[in-house]
């Protein structure tokens, strides 16, 4: 059983910075791909970023290229969500996921078998 716990979230500046942190069971770790979601208050979750495939690059969101930044060693956990230029519409709810790779990823929430409890980011005006 894969366990996902994140941390990191928090009330930030437009404009300014936040890291997220995703640690996994290190004993699972390397079988899954992993990637973020978020949640905004009203809305569905959304994808953010993932990798495909062990090793793979990561792809993202459209709002998220540019500004976010996915992270990992291959062998190790956490992995991390570096965000940078923030603005009000980035607030939400931030999930870290683990799924199966797939040859080209996936941005179907369903398609991913493990969820961390989440962890708010919050952005003001």
């Known amino acids: 059983q894969l366990q996902l716990v994140e941390s990191g979230g928090g009330l930030v500046q437009a404009g300014g910075s936040l890291r997220l942190s995703c640690a996994a069971s290190r004993s699972t770790f390397n079988s899954y791909v992993m990637g973020w979601f978020r949640q905004a208050p009203g809305k569905e979750r959304g994808f953010v970023v993932a990798f495909s495939g062990i090793g793979s690059s990561p792809y993202y969101a459209d709002y998220a290229k540019g500004r976010f930044t996915i992270s990992r060693d291959n062998a190790h956990p956490p992995v991390y969500l570096q965000m940078t230029s923030l603005n009000p519409e980035d607030t939400a709810v931030y999930y870290c996921?683990?799924?199966?790779?797939?040859?080209?990823?996936?941005?179907?929430?369903?398609?991913?078998?493990?969820w961390g409890q989440g962890t708010q980011v919050t952005v003001s005006s």
């Open positions: 996921v683990a799924g199966l790779p797939r040859p080209f990823g996936s941005r179907r929430s369903y398609e991913y078998d493990y």
